[in-house]
């Protein structure tokens, strides 16, 4: 008989996942009899033979003092994230709802440090650090100390300006108004690709194309990298920010428009990123494994 093991469908701003906790033991079992998961990640994200998600969120406890969980991120096609801001706000939840911790104010543990995330009024902030904007910290090839600000990114057909930002996991910020690029009506998925898996970046790069309506207010496509387009994106919300303040275009805290919704984001002074929105779950159910 096919061991059960239970999940729960979750997303933020519909960027999807399903999520898997391995606080209690036999959850914790069934999973640790998976032999290769990212074949197991890949099934289940399928949209037609498997659930369907963007990615698998593991929330396992942490071994860090202090820390309430902790966070792995699989992507759809299998490899494995850094960080993700809708991911963290639904492992948040998902470790209130089964009142893994009852504090409002969680420390979770990532594989890019430790992100604070305060619950109310069914939105998330997560404080997601200090962005990297050097190249050692994003990473991407080039003078290790320097930083790639409005820098011309040799493509097939085209050149393209790019703004790198490491949230974690690395990003090539976009702005459409200036690559002559119409937000609504491109093909994302050839110039996103193709920026993804460009050798300047050694660990693949999310690609975020913005659109800035305001000082305050920008609309944001995302290509994920290892996922393809999302409806939503945190950690490129963030650096869509952060960029849109070194190339002058917005203030320091902006309205983001995905597809998906809306998030809010600040930069403070203190150069910390903060993100803010919200996490919704769907179902939950087992699976046979």
């Known amino acids: 008989m096919a061991a059960q093991l239970k999940f729960s469908k979750m997303h933020g701003l519909g960027n999807d996942y399903v999520v898997i906790g391995l606080f209690d033991s036999s959850n914790r079992r069934v999973f640790e009899g998976i032999s290769d998961l990212k074949s197991f990640a890949r099934n289940v994200c399928d949209r037609h033979f498997g659930i369907g998600a963007d990615g698998v969120l593991l929330a396992l406890p942490s071994g860090k003092k202090g820390c309430d969980a902790r966070m792995r ?23 209130t709802d089964n009142a893994y911790s009852k504090s409002r104010e969680l420390n979770i543990e990532t594989a890019s440090g430790i992100k604070r995330i305060v619950a109310a009024n069914g939105m998330f902030r997560v404080d997601m650090g200090s962005p990297g904007l050097i190249r050692k910290e994003i990473p991407m090839n080039g003078n290790a100390e320097s930083k790639a600000i409005n820098e011309a990114l040799q493509l097939k057909y085209r050149k393209i300006r790019i703004t790198a930002v490491s949230m974690g996991n690395p990003h090539a910020v976009v702005f459409t108004d200036g690559a002559n690029i119409d937000l609504g009506a491109f093909d994302i998925e050839e110039l996103g690709k193709e920026i993804e898996n460009h050798p300047v970046f050694p660990k693949k790069a999310n690609v975020e194309f913005v659109h800035v309506i305001s000082n305050s207010e920008i609309e944001l496509r995302v290509w994920e990298r290892g996922v393809g387009e999302t409806l939503a994106c945190g950690t490129g919300a963030c650096a869509s920010v952060v960029a849109s303040v070194l190339n002058e275009l917005t203030g320091r805290k902006v309205k983001i428009c995905l597809k998906g919704g809306e998030l809010t984001v600040d930069w403070a002074k203190d150069s910390h990123v903060c993100l803010t929105g919200p996490a919704t779950s769907v179902f939950s159910g087992t699976l046979q494994v």
């Open 73 to 95: 991120i699989i992507n759809a096609d299998g490899s494995e994230a850094e960080m993700c801001g809708n991911g963290i706000r639904c492992i948040a939840k998902f470790v």
